[in-house]
């Protein structure tokens, strides 16, 4: 968090406490990487016998670290540690680049006392510019002596993997699996898909429940799908996009392989959720949360096109952001979409209150309450498009003056 | 264009001087469907034997207006007018709003002695309201009156279906068709893909040319995917983006099914591309036109969906709004495309200027020429995805403060 930035307005209160995870011990420090008088540089341990599940950026031109996830993943190594750093992303460096992930991971390695394939890693910050090694591999032994478990670690690794973030992202829920209670703690980075020469969001998820790779990717995906899948500052993709989900087993006597998850997928979807909803609240220069919530959509999949037609738009985002009852960039975002609508019976509701009904503007609706809603800082966009029963939900926020200051800066 | 509105810094000079072309008159007047002080409705009727061919949103909310061309375009009726009128888009509007398209084209067929099937209809502006039928209806007959076919008939009729454009938008070309010459006439209006409380584009072009509707129906749509359908302000679609191309054949003795119509596709092509960026020139808030060019895609449908991934990013447009050389931002756009992309051979140019190859930066590059082609108002943007041989060619202009400020506006 760059020092003498603003609170995002939609920033929650405080940091949550995210409890000790069985097996799981967290370091940060100040490499010097980017940034000045502040931790640059995170590391998080997990005890063998972990597992780990990751969903990584689609993007066609991901970064170093990203590749090294995908291929260590797809090995299937057990997971021994996670190395983060911010202001530098390690991306579009080439070979180079992928080298200097390789030589960050053998140093965590040598200091744990694992191999480097089992250490995962993501960077965040400046593209193009080369990862500076010798700060990262010359502060590994250092993390390494002072890894801790309680709630001040977390809260500190939190803060490490930040950018141009307003606020550090965290939360926790606990689970029962097979009548034993596990605990979910998360924490996350990320400004908006974009931000001023940076890219962009990292979410970090631990657990002490012990869930099978095959099971634990799956859960991970499904969970991905609702949370961080979900959101859209801009609609911009990230070079960097990493989520990472770590299993220590540390909770569980018996492996819960045939245990019901199904409290356990509930419960990460709600950090999940909480965390992505977070980094919306960070959104360069949003004032409104807006949720965007489809249904009557040929399926799922319908609905969540036609939801983020609407959260995409910069018609649509520039309204709410200026209090105006525009349904009528809503209709035109949604037919944008490119999906089956029934114009004759697509309904829009916004806080609640219904604007069109039968593909006609609802006449002489009360607009005091309506305006109201408006006005305040979380909005609500409601659509039917009367086809089937796919449904979607969708976070994004509003586009504000603020959004291009921070964009266009000359500086940047 | 609204009264005291700034024209775009990005405007030409001057409306251009459209010559007669044979077949067709224009009138329009003031018929105060929304606007005061100004002429906001336009006849063009084309005599006997004219073809017409259309290409028209693919909204799944398109206005009544789109609903009725598709109609009257598939049914293959010979075209006798075009009726339109600026300031209600006649969209959302349900059964009523059919019924009164079917109302205004009833009274130009019994006005010009045609069945309403011959007359074709567009409307923009404001989405949800009703059209006010009488105030149309009874500026028919005065309309039909005062047809003409010169300079300022033209310059009157561009200028009449104007929305929030800050200018007035025509273009002109001759073509030779088996050694005779043909003139190819343009007028359009759209102040972006969107607009505050507008939707949004139009086009109409005129050719005394004689050619049959299936060829002018294939020479039209290909020349819209490289002019109307390459252009973007905003990303957004309009429910009521219309292009009419009308072919009199009062230049021609014989018919010209059989004779060579490249040079006429060359014509077309220009005024169409013509148009196009001028309606980006006209962009809300625009203070930059910027095109990309993206070669080496796997096809030239992968290398359009990359370009307008470029073009749609508004990181990448606040970036040029700010004179910022933020190439890594086209790194982000280009990966984001969703297309096949090779990394390793990823070349960038910005106004000409190498900034990467071989998937890096290229060190030390002379910035001087970049920073001076940034400070200009018309930016080049060069993508070599160096995976095959397709091509593409988008327009856009920058993202601003104005932008917002329009489409943010309390009072629109």
């Given at each position: 968090m760059s020092a003498g930035v603003k609170k995002s307005?939609?920033?929650?209160d405080a940091f949550p406490a995210l409890p000790p995870v069985a097996g799981v011990r967290l370091a940060a420090v100040e490499a010097g990487v980017k940034y000045r008088?502040?931790?640059d540089l995170m590391l998080a341990v997990v005890g063998e016998g972990a597992t780990v599940a990751g969903v990584l950026t689609?993007?066609?031109?991901?970064g170093a670290p990203v590749l090294w996830c995908r291929r260590q993943l797809q090995a299937e190594h057990r997971p021994c540690a996670l190395l983060v750093n911010a202001?530098?992303?390690?991306?579009?460096?080439g070979e180079p680049g992928a080298r200097h992930v390789r030589q960050t991971c053998e140093a965590v390695g040598a200091a744990l006392g694992?191999?480097?394939?089992q250490v995962l890693a993501a960077s965040t910050g400046v593209i193009g510019e080369l990862l500076p090694v010798a700060p990262i591999v010359g502060a590994v032994p250092q993390l390494a002596e002072s890894l801790a478990a309680d709630s001040s670690a977390w809260a500190r690794a939190a803060a490490a993997i930040?950018?141009?973030?307003?606020f550090a992202k965290g939360a926790t829920a606990q689970a029962a699996i097979a009548g034993q209670t596990v605990t979910v703690n998360g924490f996350a980075k990320g400004?908006?898909?974009?931000e001023p020469n940076m890219a962009t969001m990292l979410a970090f998820l631990f657990t002490d429940a012990a869930i099978a790779r095959p099971a634990l990717q799956s859960i991970l995906a499904d969970a991905n799908e609702r949370s961080f899948n979900a959101?859209?500052?801009?609609?911009d993709t990230s070079t960097s996009d990493t989520c990472l989900l770590f299993a220590?087993?540390?909770?569980?006597?018996?492996?819960?392989?045939?245990?019901?998850l199904d409290d356990f997928r509930r419960a990460l979807q709600a950090v999940m959720t909480d965390l992505a909803v977070q980094v919306v609240r960070d959104?360069?220069?949003?004032?409104k949360l807006i949720t965007v919530e489809v249904c009557g959509g040929e399926d799922d999949r319908a609905a969540m096109r036609i939801a983020k037609s609407v959260a995409n738009s910069p018609l649509v985002k520039t309204a709410i952001a200026g209090a105006d009852a525009n349904w009528g960039r809503i209709v035109m975002a949604v037919g944008h979409a490119g999906q089956r609508v029934d114009p004759a019976r697509l309904k829009i509701a916004i806080g609640g209150v219904p604007v069109t009904d039968h593909g006609r503007r609802i006449d002489d609706f009360d607009e005091a309450p309506l305006n109201r809603h408006l006005g305040g800082d979380e909005i609500l966009i409601e659509v039917d498009v009367?086809?089937?029963s796919g449904r979607a939900r969708v976070w994004t926020c509003d586009l504000t003056r603020g959004y291009i200051d921070i964009n266009a800066d000359y500086r940047s």
């Open positions: 307005p939609l920033a929650p008088g502040r931790d689609r993007s066609a031109t991901a202001g530098n992303a390690n991306t579009f460096t694992c191999r480097p394939e930040l950018t141009t973030d307003t400004s908006g898909m974009i959101i859209s500052v801009d609609g220590t087993g540390r909770a569980a006597d018996a492996p819960a392989a045939s245990a019901d959104g360069e220069g949003a004032t009367g086809v089937a």
